[in-house]
């Protein structure tokens, strides 16, 4: 998968897009991943990409130009299958978005800051527009970063053992049942014996149950769903 994003502070996405899982993404070829300062696109003197809003108000609006020269010139190269703009007033993200996002070719995404983008960059070219949450970020950076992880992990191949992000919380609408490590006893806390037993139909069922009893308690809402 390709990955475009657009963004006035680069810096904020280096870091998180660069280590981990998305290291290893990108070095075993599942994810190409370039960040574009869309500041470079600015035909203003200073390279100015925001001015004030019609109509009066506090808050700056990210102007046209700027960006609508990144997109145009990255969709001249190849096809988009999706442009999307980080918005708290957009699509909650949800497994269910990344999913079908995680089987894309070519994903440009569109950060937005101070007031957001000019309205007509929204209608001219943004094919969907995702928030991460009820809450307002400085800018769609933060958000652009989760979205990318948490599409790019379930690309086949990208998780070592394949049927890991199958059991996520979330893959099927059931929070992930409860884990656990080494020791068998930590501080008089033990390991549930089922666990340790060995019949793999048995664990499966009490996972299955678990899982039920957490999405029951902690995420009723999931189940309605
Ligand atoms: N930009 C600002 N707030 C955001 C949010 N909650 N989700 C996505 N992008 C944002």
């Known amino acids: 998968m390709r990955i475009d994003i657009l963004t006035i502070l ?7 897009l ?7 993404a990108q070095e075993k070829g599942h994810l190409e991943l370039h960040i574009h300062n869309i500041r470079d696109y600015s035909e203003q003197k200073q390279k ?7 109509g009066g108000g506090a808050g700056m609006v990210m102007m046209c130009q700027p960006i609508a020269d990144c997109i145009e010139k990255l969709q001249s190269e190849r096809e988009y299958d999706a442009i999307i703009y980080m ?3 957009g699509k909650r993200l949800n497994q269910v978005t990344c999913n079908h996002l995680s089987s894309f070719q070519n994903i440009m995404i569109l950060c937005g800051h101070y007031k957001g983008v000019d309205q007509r960059i929204r209608d001219l070219y943004i094919t969907n527009e995702i928030s991460i949450g009820d809450y307002v970020l400085s ?8 979205l990318v992880d948490a599409v790019v992990r379930l690309i086949p191949g990208v998780i070592n053992d394949e049927t890991s ?3 996520d919380s979330f893959q099927d609408n059931l929070l992930a049942p409860p884990v656990y490590t080494r020791p068998e006893d930590y501080k008089g806390t033990k390991v549930p014996s089922i666990l340790l037993s060995g019949d793999s139909k048995k664990i499966e ?18 189940l309605k769903e």
């Open 48 to 54: 100015s990409v925001d001015d004030y809003q019609y």
């Open 165 to 167: 992000a199958l059991t």
């Open 139 to 146: 800018g769609g950076e933060l958000g652009a970063a989760v």
């Open 87 to 89: 918005t708290p007033d």
């Open 205 to 222: 069922d009490w996972r299955n149950e678990q899982a039920l009893k957490r999405t029951q308690e902690k995420r009723p809402d999931l």
């Open 10 to 16: 680069p810096k904020l996405l280096e870091s998180p």
């Open 18 to 24: 660069s280590d981990s899982i998305m290291k290893r």
